[in-house]
């Protein structure tokens, strides 16, 4: 992979999480009804906190996306960050004293935010609405972990991952499950 995209190497220790949320992110896509004119595009948002060793308390997801789940001809991506903007802030909570619940607000600012889609976030919408990779680069997304390249078949020219590297985001290239990736796009690839 070239473009600043760098591909993910074994030797990293959160190499299965990364894995199992681009599965989950996967998983998703399948959920997307197929249309003409968009992919089908899974994604998961998930709050990584770099303090802590263990992979169970490193990661928690935020939210879970894919192509035009909520109305408006929505992305997988901008899902995600839909559903992130309507989490409680962190700290709103209005919960007994003591009970065990689990923190669904929306994540404390020193941790990172981690995005995984199937496919490379959109640099042109032919619909008129923003790009998912300008609304990444805005959200404060640090790190996009990519399934594949988005095919031309729709724009020309795709430059979501050279927007994003641009402008100080790690991408990352999950290699493996390109077919996975595309397979939920075979109506129009």
Same mark, same amino acid.
């Given at each position: 992979? &070239?473009?600043?995209?760098?591909?993910?190497?074994?030797?990293?220790?959160? #190499? &299965?999480?990364?894995?199992?949320?681009?599965? !989950?992110?996967?998983?998703? #896509? $399948?959920?997307?009804?197929?249309?003409?004119?968009?992919? @089908?595009?899974?994604?998961? %948002?998930?709050?990584?906190? *770099?303090?802590?060793? $263990?992979?169970?308390?490193?990661?928690?997801?935020?939210?879970?996306?894919?192509?035009? /789940?909520?109305?408006?001809?929505?992305? #997988?991506?901008? @899902? +995600?960050?839909?559903?992130? #903007?309507?989490? =409680?802030?962190?700290?709103?909570?209005?919960?007994?004293?003591?009970? /065990?619940?689990?923190?669904?607000?929306?994540?404390? =600012? &020193?941790? /990172? !935010?981690?995005?995984?889609?199937?496919?490379?976030? @959109?640099?042109?919408? %032919?619909?008129? $609405?923003?790009? +998912?990779?300008?609304?990444?680069?805005?959200?404060?997304?640090?790190?996009?972990?990519?399934?594949?390249?988005?095919?031309?078949?729709?724009?020309?020219?795709?430059?979501?991952?050279?927007?994003?590297?641009?402008?100080?985001?790690?991408?990352?290239?999950?290699?493996?499950?390109?077919?996975? @990736?595309?397979? *939920?796009?075979?109506?129009? !690839?």
């Amino acid at each position: 992979m &070239s473009h600043g995209m760098t591909t993910l190497s074994e030797n990293d220790p959160d #190499a &299965s999480s990364h894995v199992q949320f681009m599965k !989950l992110a996967i998983d998703q #896509a $399948n959920l997307s009804i197929p249309v003409q004119s968009g992919y @089908c595009v899974g994604a998961v %948002l998930v709050q990584l906190d *770099p303090h802590r060793t $263990n992979p169970e308390d490193r990661f928690r997801i935020l939210a879970t996306g894919y192509s035009r /789940e909520l109305p408006g001809n929505t992305h #997988a991506e901008e @899902c +995600c960050l839909l559903k992130l #903007a309507q989490l =409680p802030q962190s700290g709103q909570h209005d919960h007994p004293q003591g009970a /065990e619940y689990e923190d669904m607000s929306a994540p404390h =600012p &020193s941790k /990172e !935010l981690v995005m995984y889609s199937t496919m490379e976030p @959109c640099s042109t919408r %032919l619909s008129g $609405n923003r790009p +998912c990779s300008d609304r990444l680069i805005e959200s404060g997304v640090r790190t996009v972990y990519v399934g594949v390249r988005e095919p031309d078949h729709f724009v020309q020219e795709v430059v979501g991952v050279e927007n994003m590297v641009e402008h100080g985001m790690r991408v990352v290239h999950i290699p493996g499950y390109e077919a996975e @990736c595309l397979a *939920p796009n075979r109506h129009v !690839l």
